[in-house]
């Protein structure tokens, strides 16, 4: 396919893939949005914000938890936060990405995506440096980063899994 071919690859999408990638992309930005308000708030403001997860998970408890019980218990919760939300971040991008650059190679759209859902990761993180009470762990940007992955992969397997039923059902 020449240049002008692919330029034009937007405009020959059907008007249901049209609106499934703006509220794909639409979407995309306001997980993006959610990433960075939590991300970029003092460590004071975090702990407010994860006081009432932690206290609903351990006033079920009927006896009296240790500090160090519960600083574990808000360490996984928050790490399942992340993990969440860099999942949907990846699965919301790849799908606006697959939708908008289908016809185009899937393995460079793959790299790019990958490589933009690693510079947020790493975003993100990074500026916690300039945060008072937060700290930069590249641990924790993997993490985000691999999750984001995964929910890419996860979209990317459904379509492929798509355009095969489509290309089976139109030759036989």
Request: net charge positive; aromatic share 14%; hydrophobic share 50%.
């Amino acid at each position: 396919m020449d240049r002008r071919g692919r330029a034009a690859d937007l405009f020959h999408m059907s008007r249901m893939e049209k609106r499934a990638a703006a509220v794909s992309w639409a979407m995309f930005v306001f997980v993006l949005a959610v990433i960075c308000v939590l991300s970029f708030q003092s460590g004071s403001a975090t702990k407010a914000l994860e006081k009432p997860f932690v206290e609903g998970v351990t006033g079920t408890v009927d006896r009296q938890l240790s500090t160090e019980t519960v600083l574990t218990i808000t360490f996984y919760i928050r790490q399942a936060g992340r993990a969440v939300l860099f999942f949907f971040l990846g699965f919301l991008g790849g799908s606006g990405a697959l939708l908008c650059f289908g016809n185009r190679s899937r393995p460079v759209t793959a790299v790019c995506a990958c490589a933009a859902l690693f510079g947020i990761s790493y975003f993100t993180e990074k500026m916690k440096i300039f945060i008072e009470g937060r700290h930069y762990a590249f641990a924790e940007c993997l993490e985000g980063f691999i999750f984001a992955v995964l929910g890419y992969l996860c979209i990317a397997v459904f379509f492929s899994v798509l355009r095969k039923r489509r290309a089976e059902k139109r030759n036989g």
